[in-house]
């Protein structure tokens, strides 16, 4: 069971890499980052920032919306940036090596819906959505996350 979500507002891109920077230092291998929302919505915008944060530089950080896996070294473990959207099956991510990802390293999955019942049950859910003032996002998080994002609102 999980906790209520939680809406925030981020009216630009800036309040996006805001909050990712807040959730970069959380991570530890072995976290996954559901990312939700439709085209648009910041889902990406969120990866690149938090890769930016967790890693303390600036980085080229493309999407993954053709290679599926960017993968990052970050001293604690990598990270993978995930774009499952042109998946069909669930099967295809395990193809991938996410299995074993998902164990060992830092994990931010665009469209994980389409990991199906193979979605990690203690991950993290952000839902990003395109609202008249910007962006917005829920979170989602387990009972496991609510220690470490009590004081995430800024």
């Not at 648009?40 to 915008?45: C, F, I, L, Q, T």
């Not at 090596?97 to 665009?110: P, Q, R, S, V």
């Not at 819906?113 to 917005?136: C, I, M, N, Q, V």
Request: aromatic share 8%.
């Amino acid at each position: 069971m999980s906790t209520p979500p939680t809406q925030l507002a981020l009216p630009d891109e800036a309040d996006t890499a805001a909050f990712a920077a807040r959730i970069a230092p959380l991570l530890r291998p072995g976290d996954t980052i559901l990312l939700e929302g439709a085209i648009g919505a910041g889902k990406s915008a969120f990866s690149r920032a938090l890769i930016r944060a967790r890693l303390g530089r600036m980085e080229d950080v493309p999407s993954p919306t053709f290679t599926l896996v960017q993968t990052y070294e970050d001293p604690a473990g990598d990270i993978w940036h995930c774009d499952l959207y042109r998946l069909t099956h669930p099967d295809e991510a395990f193809e991938l090596g996410l299995d074993d990802a998902f164990a060992t390293a830092i994990c931010l999955i665009e469209w994980p819906d389409r990991l199906g019942s193979d979605t990690p049950k203690g991950a993290l859910r952000l839902t990003f959505s395109a609202e008249p003032t910007g962006h917005a996002v829920a979170i989602d998080a387990p009972p496991v996350w609510a220690a470490r994002l009590d004081n995430l609102d800024g």
